[in-house]
């Protein structure tokens, strides 16, 4: 299972793209890089191709969720936050080992991405 499969569990299936948009739209905002722009953008396709197991949506939606985590991780090392990246590699490791590791290991993303970029920007403060 992944953070889309909440998709077919939610009674009101609005609240999961509304909730991806939430979480991709300051991303976008966020930072002047490319990286983090193509983060945000392919979470929102995500949000708004939901329904994974129509295949018009499913490889929409697939290669968005993956390139979502990858351009946002990719997005840290170009603002140097190797600490994060580090913990992030770790983490995913060491999840993979649990029957549902994917869930898992896009969780860690999304906070790994949002904390070191609200860490890095009162740094910059």
Do not use: R
């Not at 708004?48 to 929409?60: K, L, N, Q, R, T």
């Amino acid at each position: 299972p992944s953070i889309s499969d909440s998709y077919y569990h939610l009674d009101n299936k609005l609240l999961f793209s509304l909730a991806l948009i939430g979480f991709a739209f300051p991303i976008i905002i966020n930072q002047n890089n490319i990286l983090f722009y193509i983060a945000g953008s392919c979470i929102m396709f995500v949000a708004v191709a939901p329904d994974f197991h129509i295949s018009s949506e499913g490889d929409i939606h697939f290669f968005c969720a993956v390139g979502g985590v990858i351009s946002g991780i990719l997005g840290l090392g170009f603002m140097k936050c190797w600490k994060a990246i580090l913990i992030f590699m770790l983490t995913s490791l060491l999840l993979y080992f649990l029957p549902n590791h994917i869930f898992w290991i896009e969780v860690v993303a999304f906070y790994t991405i949002i904390f070191a970029l609200i860490f890095n920007k009162n740094q910059d403060e």
